[in-house]
């Protein structure tokens, strides 16, 4: 299992987020995604130490199995099941995805790491997750394929800090991780309670508030 | 010395001048006309009357008569006539000269607003309508007349006067309007017109009586003398004396042609005569400049 | 070790309050903390503390200020929090708007969420390490958001949702700028330089320069978001206008504060790197951007809190603006930051009032607040003329100082806009401010109580002193905070 | 200087008093004036600069203050009329005693009065601008007293961003005059970027004094305001524009003629318009404040006259110019805040503004109208009265130049004396309306018929005032003693003795004039002794039966004019005609707003409103589209900053 692969790997599960409209499989992805990025310590290449293993370990765990358990309740009390009608198409949304990928190709070109890294595809992988996480938000009615939007961010952010980044030191990588974690859990509540007072979570209808009057 | 003569000369014979205005105008209408020392005899049975007040009225009343006869003499003291200089002469002494009449118009006018008549109001109104168009004009004319001899006295402007050059027909005309206006004469108003709607200046003494009113025509006399004064020096400089008085009876007999032969002007279109004054002022002034 | 306390006692007091029965004892707590934690400040003044933890956490001039700042407002916040948790009731209440029936969250929850809240901007004020720096921001987010959800009611939700994911998404590419900082800090020629400021500073002619620029983009859009930097300021109306009035204060007079600090941090690393010229063009345009739509939505805005959140907008625009001259500008934007704080606060404290006797926000059916609550009225328009920036008030002199030194610069086009959004933002607030207070009530004059009307009367009292005068020792602290940040 | 300090020391300690104790207010004011009347006058009479320089810890501030000539010279009428409206107001404000805190009244007055001060004495730019907007602020609350009323509260919003966006040009003019030194002292004021100085002085202090077409403010907001107030703003408060003025031209070094002919421009125009909107006005209040502007017009004439002689060399013409203008300062506060103290007794008898609703008042308030008529004459400028004595300077002025200087020159400022003319015949006609309508004839209304003369504490300052008038014109030589050192801080004044010599000329034809008003009156009394002296009705045509509808309106008595100047005025008239042979009772009304408010400021208001107002999508309530702006921001940065 190396590194290119895991990274495709990623790519893979991007496209296939921004295509399916089943909110219970996209869960499911991000989970997959999760998983992968466990792994990703351990084949960026660094040396194997405790802290190595601690952070994939915790990695890992978090986002591959906290997160979609937590959004799979939140999914429940919500019982909603697809996304209906997102702004914008299915199929429009994989092309813009490629087009994302090549952005992001462009982007790590015009950026040159100062120190080669395990793989050149890191960077571009890590800016077209983060694209891709971005459009996700903006072109999804349910809250909850806004976190996973926001997940998919978060996740493109970790690819980069974690194949790019040595130095960090495993303090902050864990309270990024906490914080992360914290983050979604009060977003899961959040979820929670709009569906509980507007028994939907489409937060295209959460728009009372504004300066804009038609 | 001279100076209080001409005063003594003003004080005495302005009465004359409308009589010999009136006396022309009989003679155009083909009529004997009222005796020439009419005035006189006016005056004197008026300051031996009493007088009667309406109840509206208050001490404002009263003393717009005493106020405006005042001013007028005080303006008499600035002019000078017949070459000497005026008794009163300083640097500016013009525009005091104007303000003058400013001040006895006002007292006039309030004076008429005090009967609370619509009539002497509405005369009041047009008189002070005329007499914020006139007094540019005889600004204008006296700027002309101040560039082109480098004086700001009336007596020095009078003292070096060359009536040879175009200057002084144009501000000659200007200041004859001028005084046409300020008198209350034809063709902006007719003194003795005798419907109260087409009135300007007798209108707005219609309520006055007695030694009042005989202020009042007093003073209107001096007025038409003080102004008449001005123009004479500007025409007809030179120092003597009787040639400068039969040019004052001339400008009567002038001002009965013109009430003779021309009708009133229709009261929309005084502003216009004025105006016109004025553009003929300005061209004056502008010729000086030279 | 008192920077240390300064972060434990609040946390600590947190999670007291989640464990405390009694409402009157929890709201001693709070009073008590918040004095404790002003004291400690204070102490800071007088003897400084090292910096611990190898430098990760240390007081420098600016973090001195902030701190001091974040800890006078969170005392008035505090006993104007106890008038109000009084005041609020516990049962199921009507929602003045629509009627719908909702709860507050749990007293408990709030005091706690208070004070995490605090503990977190502490540690924001006091860490030197980027990760650090930033771990502790998206903490105030997350101790805040519960806070802003306070009212029960689909409104406030729908404040707290779009707080949550808009902060959230700028916070995660703030990382992303961390990250990037840290590759241009790593070149293969020399070892690595760590995460901390004061390295990075005396090392930064050896950061990348490609990786440092995209670091401080990065930077700048996601703590911009935070701060409140059009056009990435649209959480900030919501936010503040649904949340309750104290917090309201809080969340502009000090968390916006918090992550302008996270900015400067960065623009620190710039200018030592001598990039400050690229990092201050980005600044002046955000800043004039920030002034042009605020100035937008003030003009005939219908909701007085909304319409100070704004303000809090156009003030961020302002102090981007400041660091974005620099030299001069620098001071006169420390000085603005502090004059800001306590303005906002006592204003959003104020309306707090306001809309506890009026039961709206909206500004039509506001009248006559100078007759029915004489002392916050007088403070509403007083409040008004500060944040306006006349004088004799503190925001004057410090606007006063940028403008002079944007014209000294000899950038007139910059002063010329800087002078008209300023009147467009006047004229509107003057519009709705005076309408609110002027007139006839209705009403008979109302009894207001202590508690409600001492916090911001302090604060304004405050900012009118800053007007007139400024101690030397506050003077000497904005100098060294400007210097800090490369200005002088 | 302590002295001048002291007073403003006790004006602020006053109005904080009178929070509390708000009869505190006023003793405190008169005791402050006195004190700083005391202190002027000693400047003006050793003729020492004194000034006091103390560090202030604020940015670029100092607290430098300084009292010069000019200075001590318009803090006479600041100190003096501040004093009169003081005690005016004690009486004045009395019925709303209980209704409103007079205390803040009284805390607003006396900050206002103070920060006059201060304006004036201010040396350095953020001790001058703190005065300036504390003066702007006290002001407007004053203007805002009956805040009840949407008028007053209209007015207030007026005058509040008038003023602040007049300040804002100051902020920059400061800033522009201490750019090369670094400090806002004035001692260290450079000259640099003159010409822009000067424009940016013009609008900032031209916006207080109320030049056309920044005066918008005025004629809202000065019969908005308690008369004593419209008295000290109308008569002082706008002055402080004019020093302004005056002090950053000591600043700027030898003008160029274009200043010069720039501020005849305004002045004179000022004027026209100023005036010929009074004539229009029928609220008696609105036409004084309309008549202040033409009188600031007359002032900015004058110190365009003198800028003109400055810069063309001709040092008489400059004297001359400035002496003019700053007697005129001093004048039109006498009449003006005599006029509104005045027309404060009216309303406060009568209860209305409305001339047309007013008449017969000489009567029932004889004491009001006679000090009244007399500030009608005065302002009209009429000899033998103060007015007539700073206008004839400046008309003086005006002819010297226009004797002797080259055409170039000569002729606008021969077309200035034209324009001169013109204003001063047409203030007399809107003075003779406002002192007959208002006081001459029958009543026209009950208010008027039941209306009462004003106490003491009000008719003492009037009297004072009129007497005030009376006294520069009859005494008017006396007052180049006053002006000579004044006039040499902003040009040699050493040639003023000789060119304005005619005054004492003109001050003895002033005497003359009386003498022969009471010699002549004395002859009628003799010849009406014991003569019958009847009583009837006004004659009417034989109608016996006059009623008070009958008479002339104000409007009616101005309508010639009016209609002379409609393009001007744009006066809107609502009329029926009437119809038939029997027609039916029709009304014509007529009102006159303000041109430049109408025409210029309310148009552009509601574009750049509508336009900004499109901008509001922005905030549309979508949080997809929020996370969008983020996303799009991010992206042009990046392409823009990395490309």
């Not at chain 2, 004009?137 to 082109?148: E, I, M, Q, T």
């Not at chain 2, 003292?159 to 902006?188: K, Q």
């Not at chain 3, 700042?69 to 629509?98: I, N, Q, W």
């Not at chain 4, 004044?493 to 003498?515: H, M, N």
């Amino acid at each position: 299992m190396n590194l290119e692969l895991v990274l495709i790997l990623v790519v893979l599960t991007n496209l296939k987020l921004l295509g399916s409209s089943r909110l219970g499989s996209s869960i499911r992805t991000v989970g997959v995604q999760g998983l992968l990025l466990g792994l990703l310590p351990l084949v960026a290449g660094h040396d194997l130490t405790a802290r190595v293993w601690l952070l994939a370990a915790g990695g890992a765990v978090i986002k591959g199995v906290m997160f979609p358990w937590m959004l799979m309740r939140a999914l429940r009390d919500a019982e909603v099941r697809r996304e209906v009608e997102p702004f914008v198409g299915m199929l429009t949304s994989i092309l813009i995805g490629i087009v994302a990928l090549g952005a992001s190709f462009w982007l790590g070109h015009r950026l040159p790491l100062p120190r080669p890294a395990g793989s050149l595809l890191l960077v571009p992988v890590a800016l077209s997750a983060i694209l891709m996480g971005l459009f996700l938000i903006v072109s999804r009615r349910k809250a909850v394929s806004q976190v996973l939007g926001f997940l998919v961010m978060e996740n493109g952010i970790y690819v980069f800090g974690v194949g790019v980044v040595q130095e960090t030191s495993l303090l902050v990588e864990l309270g990024v991780l906490l914080d992360v974690f914290v983050a979604v859990f009060v977003m899961g509540i959040i979820i929670f309670h709009i569906s509980r007072e507007f028994d939907h979570i489409d937060t295209d209808r959460l728009s009372m508030l504004r300066d804009w009057k038609p | 010395m001279m100076a209080f003569v001409h005063i003594l000369f003003a004080l005495v014979l302005a009465p004359l001048l409308l009589g010999v205005i009136n006396r022309t105008k009989a003679l155009f209408a083909g009529r004997n006309g009222q005796p020439l020392l009419q005035l006189y005899y006016d005056l004197a049975k008026l300051l031996r009357k009493g007088a009667v007040y309406s109840r509206t009225t208050s001490w404002v009343f009263r003393a717009g008569p005493i106020a405006g006869l005042a001013a007028v003499v005080a303006a008499l003291a600035i002019v000078p006539f017949a070459g000497t200089g005026a008794p009163v002469s300083f640097a500016g002494d013009l525009v005091l000269f104007a303000y003058l009449f400013g001040l006895m118009r006002f007292f006039t006018v309030i004076a008429a607003l005090d009967t609370g008549s619509s009539f002497e109001g509405m005369g009041a109104s047009r008189e002070v309508q005329f007499a914020a168009l006139a007094e540019p004009v005889l600004f204008l004319a006296l700027a002309a007349l101040a560039r082109r001899t480098g004086s700001l006295s009336l007596s020095g402007i009078l003292g070096a006067v060359t009536p040879s050059e175009p200057v002084w027909a144009l501000v000659a005309v200007a200041l004859l309007v001028v005084l046409l206006a300020e008198n209350a004469r034809i063709p902006v108003d007719d003194p003795n017109t005798h419907l109260e709607l087409t009135m300007i200046h007798e209108v707005m003494v219609l309520d006055h009586g007695g030694p009042d009113f005989a202020f009042i025509l007093y003073g209107a006399a001096l007025k038409l003398w003080v102004l008449g004064a001005l123009l004479v020096g500007v025409v007809l400089p030179g120092e003597n004396i009787l040639l400068s008085l039969v040019a004052m009876l001339a400008l009567a007999v002038v001002v009965g042609v013109i009430e003779s032969t021309m009708a009133r002007l229709r009261l929309l279109r005084v502003p216009q005569l004025l105006v016109g004054a004025g553009a003929l002022a300005a061209l004056a002034l502008i010729l000086v400049m030279r | 070790m008192m920077i240390f306390a300064l972060v434990l006692v609040p946390a600590l007091a947190g999670v007291a309050a989640v464990v405390l029965r009694h409402d009157r004892a929890r709201r001693a707590l709070l009073v008590l903390t918040a004095l404790a934690h002003a004291g400690l400040t204070g102490a800071v003044w007088v003897v400084l503390p090292g910096p611990i933890f190898g430098g990760w956490l240390a007081l420098d001039a600016p973090a001195r200020l902030f701190l001091s700042v974040t800890s006078v407002l969170f005392l008035a916040a505090a006993v104007y929090a106890v008038g109000y948790l009084a005041r609020e009731p516990h049962g199921a209440e009507k929602d003045f708007e629509d009627g719908s029936l909702f709860t507050n969250a749990p007293e408990a929850v709030f005091t706690a969420c208070l004070l995490w809240f605090l503990a977190a901007m502490t540690l924001v004020t006091a860490s030197q390490h980027f990760g650090l720096l930033w771990v502790a921001i998206e903490a105030t987010t997350l101790a805040s958001a519960p806070l802003i959800y306070f009212h029960r009611h689909h409104r406030s939700l729908e404040a707290t949702w779009k707080y949550l994911l808009i902060c959230s998404v700028g916070i995660a590419l703030a990382l992303l700028g961390n990250f990037f900082l840290v590759v241009a800090a790593s070149t293969p020629e020399a070892a690595p330089v760590p995460m901390v400021l004061g390295e990075l500073t005396a090392r930064a002619r050896q950061l990348h320069g490609p990786w440092l620029k995209a670091a401080f983009v990065f930077l700048l859009v996601g703590y911009g978001t935070k701060m409140g930097l059009a056009p990435l300021h649209t959480w900030l109306p919501d936010a503040h206008s649904e949340s309750p009035s104290v917090i309201s204060a809080l969340l502009s007079g000090a968390l916006l504060n918090c992550a302008f600090l996270g900015i400067l941090r960065a623009h620190q690393v710039c200018a030592a790197a001598g990039q400050a010229v690229f990092g201050q063009g980005l600044l002046v345009g955000f800043g004039l951007i920030s002034m042009a739509v605020a100035a937008v939505f003030i003009l005939g805005q219908a909701d007085y809190k909304r319409l100070l959140a704004y303000s809090s907008v156009e003030h961020m625009g302002i102090l981007a603006l400041g660091i974005g001259l620099g030299g001069a500008a620098t001071f006169g934007a420390m000085l603005h930051a502090v004059n800001h704080s306590l303005t906002k606060a006592a204003l959003f404290l104020v309306a707090g009032n306001i809309l506890a006797a009026y039961r709206t926000k909206s500004t039509a059916d506001v009248r006559g607040v100078a007759r029915l609550l004489p002392v916050s009225g007088v403070l509403w328009v007083a409040g008004f003329f500060a944040i306006t920036g006349s004088p004799p008030f503190g925001p004057f002199l410090s606007e006063f100082t940028i403008l002079k030194a944007a014209l000294d610069q000899g950038r007139g086009a910059v002063a010329v806009a800087y002078l008209a959004l300023l009147a467009l933002v006047f004229i509107g607030m003057a519009t709705v401010v005076l309408r609110m207070a002027q007139g006839e009530s209705g009403r008979a004059t109302q009894r207001e109580p202590w508690l409600a009307v001492f916090p911001p009367a302090a604060l304004a009292a405050t900012v009118l002193v800053l007007g007139v005068y400024v101690p030397p020792a506050l003077g000497r602290a904005l100098q060294e905070a400007a210097q800090a940040v490369g200005g002088f | 200087m302590n002295l001048l300090l002291a007073a403003v020391a006790i004006l602020v300690a006053g109005g904080v008093v009178a929070l509390w104790r708000d009869r505190g207010g006023p003793v405190a004011a008169v005791a402050g004036c006195v004190v700083g009347l005391v202190g002027a006058g000693r400047v003006l009479w050793t003729g020492a600069t004194v000034s006091l320089r103390l560090p202030w810890n604020v940015p670029f501030g100092s607290f430098y203050v300084e009292a010069d000539a000019l200075s001590a010279f318009f803090l006479l009428p600041i100190f003096g009329l501040s004093a009169l409206a003081a005690i005016y107001g004690g009486e004045y404000l009395a019925p709303w005693r209980g209704k409103k805190s007079l205390g803040a009244a009284w805390f607003f007055f006396n900050l206002l009065v103070a920060s006059m001060a201060m304006v004036v004495l201010a040396r350095n730019g953020v001790l001058f601008l703190v005065a300036w907007e504390v003066m702007a602020l006290a002001s407007f609350f004053l203007v805002t007293f009956e805040d009840e009323r949407d008028d007053v509260r209209a007015a207030g919003w007026t005058y509040l961003v008038a003023t602040h966006l007049g300040t804002a040009f100051l902020l920059a003019m400061f800033i522009l005059l201490g750019r090369e030194n670094g400090s806002l002292d004035f001692n260290r004021f450079t000259a640099g970027k003159a010409g822009l100085v000067f424009v940016l002085a013009l609008i900032g202090f031209g916006t207080k004094a109320g030049f056309w077409p920044l005066h918008v403010w005025l004629p809202e907001a000065h019969p908005a305001a308690p008369s004593h107030v419209s008295a000290l703003m109308s008569g002082v408060m706008i002055k402080t524009g004019i020093y302004g003025l005056l002090r950053v031209l000591t600043l700027l070094g030898p003008p160029p003629a274009w200043w010069g002919w720039t501020l005849i421009g305004v002045g004179l125009v000022s004027a026209l318009v100023g005036i010929v909107f009074a004539l229009a006005q029928r609220d008696l209040k609105r036409l004084l404040a309309y008549s202040s502007v033409e009188n600031i017009g007359i002032i900015t004439l004058g110190i365009g006259i003198g800028l003109l002689g400055m810069s063309t060399g001709l040092p008489v013409l400059a004297a001359l110019g400035f002496a003019g203008a700053l007697l005129h300062v001093v004048n039109h506060a006498l009449f003006k805040g005599l006029l509104f103290l005045g027309a404060g007794a009216v309303l406060h008898a009568t209860g209305t503004r409305d001339i047309e609703h007013l008449g017969g008042l000489l009567k029932k308030m004889p004491a009001t109208a006679v000090t009244f008529l007399v500030g009608a004459i005065a302002i009209s400028g009429l000899p033998p009265l103060n007015g007539f004595i700073s206008e004839f300077l400046i008309y003086l002025g005006a002819f010297k130049g226009g004797v002797s200087a080259s055409a170039a020159i000569a002729v606008p400022l021969l077309a200035v004396i034209t324009g001169l003319a013109l204003i001063g015949g047409l203030a007399a006609a809107c003075f003779a309306k406002a002192f007959g309508v208002v006081f001459l004839g029958e009543p026209r209304s009950d208010h008027a018929a039941h209306a009462h003369e004003a106490g003491p504490a009000m008719r003492g300052p009037m009297l004072l005032l009129a007497s005030g008038c009376a006294a520069i014109g009859l005494l008017s030589p006396l007052t180049l003693g006053v002006l000579t050192p004044v006039v040499s801080v902003l040009t040699p004044a050493d040639v003023l003795w000789e060119a304005a010599r005619p005054l004492t000329i003109i001050s003895g034809a002033g005497i003359g004039v009386l003498v022969l008003i009471g010699v002549v009156a004395l002859v009628r009394r003799r010849l009406l002794a014991g003569r019958s002296v009847g009583e009837t009705v006004t004659w009417d045509c034989g109608y016996a039966a006059p009623t008070a509808r009958m008479q002339y309106t104000g409007s009616s008595f101005a309508q010639p004019l009016t209609e002379l100047f409609r393009p001007l005025l744009g006066t809107r008239k609502k009329f029926t005609p009437l119809a038939g042979y029997f027609p039916a009772p029709t009304t014509l009304t007529t009102d006159t707003p303000d041109v430049s408010r109408e025409r210029v400021y309310r148009p552009v208001f509601g574009l750049v409103e509508a336009g900004l107002s499109r901008l509001r999508w922005l905030q549309h309530g979508n949080v997809q589209l929020y996370v969008l702006y983020i996303a799009l921001t991010l992206l042009v940065l990046l392409v823009w900053k990395l490309s």
